[in-house]
């Protein structure tokens, strides 16, 4: 876990409001671990924004984000060539299972950390479905990336407008009465729970990445709590991302 | 040449005047992972209480212009938990200040009265921002004769350094300075953060889960300045001074109005590296200037005044 400079080697938009920012460096991060990167040399944003890592290897970080607000605005300003400060890899990652199949389910952006998760589940030699959810066809980004690693690979919209109509859940649902795995997941949170709740039913382990608005992103500052199926308080940023479903929804 | 950087808060020498400000940093071991804390001048660990705090409903962080609101509500695993984690610093071979938080004059006192044996622990920070519960919420800093019987009860208690630390939202903060060194304060520290409070305009509901929160980072830095240079201008103790300081101009800037150390906060989160960065700059400065130490810039500005 370090600070470093990364010169952007890429800024490619790849669909309405969302980007696929490439930087230089290496980074030896697990799938679904995140870094904070700087988005203003001034005091004005003041934190640095969360992004999980979308890929990466010993030479260079790819994430990928949706313009949601200011600083995601200037972060999608910036230019091949320009200087950005990252701070990472950070947090827990998903658990790589021993053996078995996985059932990897996105709902929209919540893809994003789940590229590099499906890389390192193919290189393990796992057998893998991955499920695609979003609002409508446009927000399914990068489609064929995704299906080129895996062996089962399935869509949703809520809209209808691209593969099945409905919530991604119901593919999940689906899938694991023909075929048993580990779930994992990200996406937005009532998705997530449904999902941790379809898994509890086949008696499937399941792992869920949350999100928090964030401070210092690395453990200390204790801002970025939410609270535990135990009541008790985590932090996302260091216990998490990534939780076991069971420790962070209740049953 | 090389410049003598060593500061005296109290009985403590200071290596360097620079220290993380307490709630910014744990208690060390997620910054220990990017540098080693045995460069700082001294480490503050978050503010404890007697018995575990679970702390506030989420959202606890906003940001806002060149800062952020926090409401953490003092999250802490109570005064035993916390000497066991502040034992775990001894080997940085640095002072560890310890702050201290309660809703009453006993709890302060047991939470000193807890850590009194940890060796580890070399001086208490007494965050006196925290609401008194016998006097319906107000704040034990807002008084100044509720300072006086806080730290004389306190001081009774430890022959360690005991730093009083000021809340800045108050009418007018020379007679709580005073009454913090009259009562056996060894130093003073200043500022914490400043009330405030964000609005989701979407939503149409705060921000904060706790409405309220404390207003930090380079948004507060004029303010934290000017309470510095009027506290150690009323008193004579040591002040440690801290709001917004995320560079070496702006530690330099404080210990010109008079700080005699300085506190980092919410850069860490920007910048996990601030405080070694902070520190080499100091460094650079005196030697650009022909200082010998540290000692010789404390309050220097005043001596100008403008010009
Ligand atoms: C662990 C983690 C991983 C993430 N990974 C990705 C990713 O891969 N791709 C992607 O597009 N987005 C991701 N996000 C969300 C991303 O951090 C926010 O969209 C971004 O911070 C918005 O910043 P802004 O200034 O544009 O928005 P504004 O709304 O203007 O931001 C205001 C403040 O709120 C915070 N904030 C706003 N939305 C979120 C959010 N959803 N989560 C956390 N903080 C937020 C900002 O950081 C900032 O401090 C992730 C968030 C977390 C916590
Ligand atoms: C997240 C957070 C937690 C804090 N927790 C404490 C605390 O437990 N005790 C205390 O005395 N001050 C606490 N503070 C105040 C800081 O120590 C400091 O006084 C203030 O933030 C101003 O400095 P800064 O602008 O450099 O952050 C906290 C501040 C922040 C941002
Ligand atoms: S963001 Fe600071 S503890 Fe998680």
């Not at chain 1, 499920?131 to 809209?159: K, M, W």
């Not at chain 1, 135990?230 to 990534?242: E, F, T």
């Not at chain 2, 006086?148 to 007679?175: F, Q, W």
């Not at chain 2, 850069?267 to 400065?285: K, Q, R, S, T, W």
Request: aromatic letters at 6%; proline letters at 6%; charged letters at 20%.
């Amino acid at each position: 876990m370090r600070k470093q400079a990364m010169e952007i080697v890429q800024q490619e938009k790849v669909g309405k409001d969302i980007y696929r920012l490439t930087l230089a460096g290496g980074l030896a991060a697990v799938p679904g671990q995140f870094v904070q990167v700087g988005v203003s040399s001034t005091a004005d944003p003041l934190l640095k924004r969360p992004f999980s890592i979308h890929y990466c290897n010993g030479s260079r970080l790819v994430l990928l984000y949706q313009v949601t607000g200011r600083g995601t605005n200037l972060l999608a300003a910036k230019k091949e060539g320009e200087i950005l400060e990252v701070t990472g890899p950070l947090g827990r990652g998903f658990p790589l299972p021993e053996e078995g199949r996985a059932v990897v389910v996105a709902g929209g952006m919540g893809a994003a950390p789940l590229y590099y998760l499906l890389h390192a589940l193919k290189s393990a030699g796992r057998d893998v479905t991955f499920l695609y959810g979003a609002r409508t066809a446009a927000a399914l980004v990068l489609q064929e990336q995704y299906r080129s690693l895996v062996r089962h690979y399935a869509a949703a919209t809520d809209d209808g407008s691209f593969g099945r109509q409905g919530p991604v859940t119901e593919l999940l649902q689906e899938e694991l009465s023909r075929r048993p795995g580990v779930v994992f997941a990200c996406g937005p949170e009532p998705m997530l729970r449904g999902a941790a709740a379809i898994a509890a039913g086949f008696n499937s382990r399941c792992f869920v990445s949350l999100e928090a608005r964030m401070a210092c992103g690395v453990g200390a500052c204790l801002g970025c709590v939410i609270p535990g199926a135990d009541g008790r308080y985590r932090r996302v940023c260091a216990d998490g991302p990534v939780f076991a479903a069971e420790e962070v929804f209740p049953a | 040449m090389t410049v003598d950087l060593s500061v005296k808060i109290g009985k403590l020498i200071l290596k360097n005047p620079v220290m993380p400000a307490s709630g910014c940093f744990g208690y060390g071991e997620e910054y220990a992972r990017f540098f080693n804390l045995s460069r700082l001048g001294a480490i503050v660990v978050k503010g404890t209480t007697m018995r575990p705090r679970p702390g506030n409903k989420p959202p606890r962080i906003a940001e806002t212009p060149a800062g952020i609101l926090n409401a953490i509500g003092l999250q802490n695993p109570g005064a035993e938990e916390a000497r066991l984690r502040i034992g775990q610093l001894a080997g940085y071979g640095i002072p560890v200040i310890v702050n201290v938080a309660g809703n009453s004059k006993e709890e302060y006192l047991q939470v000193i009265q807890t850590l009194e044996k940890e060796e580890a622990a070399s001086a208490y920070e007494i965050n006196v921002s925290c609401p008194n519960i016998k006097a319906g919420g107000l704040s034990f800093g807002t008084d100044p004769g509720v300072i006086y019987e806080l730290v004389s009860l306190l001081r009774a208690a430890t022959k360690k350094t005991l730093i009083v630390k000021l809340s800045p939202n108050v009418t007018d903060i020379t007679p709580l300075a005073r009454a913090a060194e009259d009562a056996g304060a060894d130093a003073l520290s200043l500022i914490n953060t400043l009330v405030g409070t964000a609005i989701d305009i979407q939503k149409r509901r705060p921000l904060l889960g706790n409405v309220t929160g404390g207003l930090s980072g380079p948004a507060v830095k004029p303010v934290a300045l000017h309470f510095v240079w009027q506290v150690s201008d009323a008193v004579k103790l040591p002040v440690i001074g801290m709001g917004g300081i995320s560079s070496a101009e702006d530690a330099v800037e404080f210990l010109l109005a008079g700080a005699s150390a300085v506190a980092i906060g919410t850069a860490n989160f920007v910048n996990p590296l601030v405080c070694p960065e902070v520190i080499d700059g100091i460094a650079a400065y005196l030697q650009e200037n022909n200082f010998n130490s540290v000692g010789e810039i404390i309050g220097l500005a005043k001596k100008g005044k403008a010009g």
